[in-house]
């Protein structure tokens, strides 16, 4: 199993709402990471697990509350959003954190849209 | 810091043509170098890699060289097809002084026209 999978694949919320967006992956990988992707712009990082634990958060809002609960599952949890945050998510995974070559891969992303 | 140059697009190719996406960085280690690739409403896919210089990534077609005494790894196809079109992302992974982080280009849109 060579897949990073994402649900919901669309998600649409209002302001005040609460929700989560749930990755998962089966190939054994350590590392795992939330991007945040506007339209026709290349994925900017977010958040970095490595085994479990929070290695590199770049200075995110916290309206926006990673977790990850397991090695294979990796959660991010959505409150108070604003209408800029509108934008395809994407969660990678990679074997390690920083090894050489050490390329990621990445799921087929959330589109979310704040309304 | 690091960083990613890549040619600007959008660029559009009849089907069969002869395919160049420029790729530079800039780096203070010894970074690996990735091409991805992004179809229309789907995420990134790891296109192919290379990790030290001289190596050669390819995959499906397409292939680049890591050349370190030009600081680049251009992207290159000898004959596109209409299922290529996507946006290509040139990246770098430098652990020693980014750790797991990826420096993405800008992207370049492809369009191939039948």
């Known amino acids: 199993d060579t897949e990073v999978t994402q649900t919901p694949k669309h998600l649409v919320m209002g302001m005040t709402n609460k929700k989560s967006l749930k990755c998962e992956q089966h190939?054994?990988?350590?590392?795992m990471y939330w991007y945040k992707q506007k339209a026709k712009k290349p994925p900017e990082l977010m958040f970095v697990y490595s085994y479990e634990k929070l290695s590199i958060n770049e200075s995110v809002p916290s309206r926006f509350s990673p977790e990850c609960p397991n090695s294979s599952l990796l959660n991010l949890h959505l409150h108070a959003l604003q209408p800029e945050d509108s934008a395809l998510y994407l969660c990678?995974?990679?074997?390690?954190?920083?090894?050489?070559?050490?390329?990621?891969?990445f799921g087929p992303g959330t589109r979310l849209t704040v309304l | 810091g690091n960083s990613v140059t890549q040619m600007e697009g959008p660029v559009t190719l009849s089907e069969e043509a002869f395919l160049t996406i420029n790729c530079t960085y800039t780096?203070?280690?010894?970074?690996?170098l990735f091409w991805y690739v992004q179809y229309p409403g789907e995420g990134l896919q790891l296109l192919l890699k290379?990790?030290?210089?001289?190596d050669k990534g390819s995959n499906k077609g397409f292939e680049a060289t890591y050349r370190k005494e030009t600081t680049s790894f251009h992207l290159e196809k000898g004959s596109v097809q209409v299922s290529d079109s996507a946006v290509y992302f040139c990246?770098?992974?430098?652990?020693?002084?980014?750790?797991?982080?990826?420096?993405f280009g800008e992207g370049t849109q492809l369009t191939v026209n039948p």
């Open positions: 780096a203070t280690g010894y970074p690996s």
């Open positions: 190939m054994g990988h350590r590392a």
């Open positions: 990246a770098l992974s430098d652990r020693e002084t980014s750790g797991s982080r990826l420096t």
């Open positions: 990678a995974s990679s074997r390690g954190a920083g090894g050489l070559g050490n390329e990621q891969f």
């Open positions: 290379a990790t030290k210089a001289d």
